[in-house]
């Protein structure tokens, strides 16, 4: 079973995924499928639907998602997060009845267009197998592909490839994270949470962690794509502190996992940055990249 993630934390992270995502690069999807009437995508590790809710906005008429992913809490939160979301917008959200064994769908009736979204079940660990790329326009997927082996990434592309369908993957890792102001711990931190990256995430093998970016780019240009990139930097400032100490806990939590001769070191970094960031002093940028992979025309 591939790695899954607490909707909690989902939650937490969403305005500032939504903030750090290239605008960009999803004009430049929507540009692609400017010739479909009403296209239709394939959101990959979809958790609460974070991104369905953001690229949505983009697409300006009609279109239909599929959320996939293995957790069946996750996916009733993502129903309920973006029916909660329209409706703050003065949207309406409706739900169609169940006909015999068709799932029911969420129907969110935009101004510009009405957006149905699906939801599908599947260990993601198994992709391409299982994924309906034959029904779809566009595959997505959003803070997935450092999770990934570069086996399990070659085996989507060529996928996609047979498919001709474009790929947006954002909020990839980059590597060096920057916690503000310095303090003594940070380098143990760092070394821990790297290896951390790379450990096996559920998908065949060691994670991509900060060399997906590089690996998207190798595996869909051999297949004859044109990769565009675009930075997409989380920006954690001093007044966001419940953010700030989730993802300085975070972070030791995972260093201790490959750090334990220097535990010590690394609880008393957690304890001083959970107490800045609880004092509004604790400010952290992580790097990502987000890409588009466009198949030939």
Known sequence: MAESFAADWLDLREPFDAAAR?????????????????????????GTGSL??????????????VLADA?????????????????????????????????????????????RIEGLLTDLAAAPEGLPLGAVDAVTCSALCDLVSAPWLERLAAALARHRLPFYAALNVTGRERFSPPHPGDAWVARGFARDQR?????????????????????FAAAGYRVLRAP????????????????????????LRHERREAWRIEAWAEARAAAAEAGRLSI???????LCLPPS
Do not use: C, N, Y
């Not at 029916?83 to 769908?105: I, V, Y």
């Not at 930097?233 to 966001?240: G, L, N, R």
């Open 22 to 46: 290239a605008p960009a690069l999803a004009e430049a999807l929507m540009g692609h499928l400017d010739a479909k009437a009403r296209p239709r995508f394939l959101d990959l590790g979809a």
């Open 52 to 65: 369905t809710r953001w690229l949505g906005h983009f697409v300006g008429r009609a279109h239909a998602w």
């Open 71 to 115: 957790d069946p809490a996750l996916m009733a939160r993502a129903f309920e997060a973006t029916a909660e979301g329209a409706e703050a917008l003065g949207w309406r959200a409706t739900t169609t009845k169940r006909m015999g064994p068709q799932k029911a769908a969420l129907l969110v009736h935009a101004p510009t267009g009405a957006w």
């Open 199 to 219: 450990r096996a995430k559920g998908f065949g093998g060691p994670a991509l962690g900060p060399a997906a970016p590089a690996a998207i780019a190798r595996a």
């Open 232 to 255: 997409s930097d989380w920006v954690i400032p001093p007044s966001a502190g419940a953010m700030a100490r989730a993802l300085a806990l975070g972070h030791a939590e995972a260093a």
């Open 285 to 291: 940028r992580v790097p990502h990249q987000d890409l």
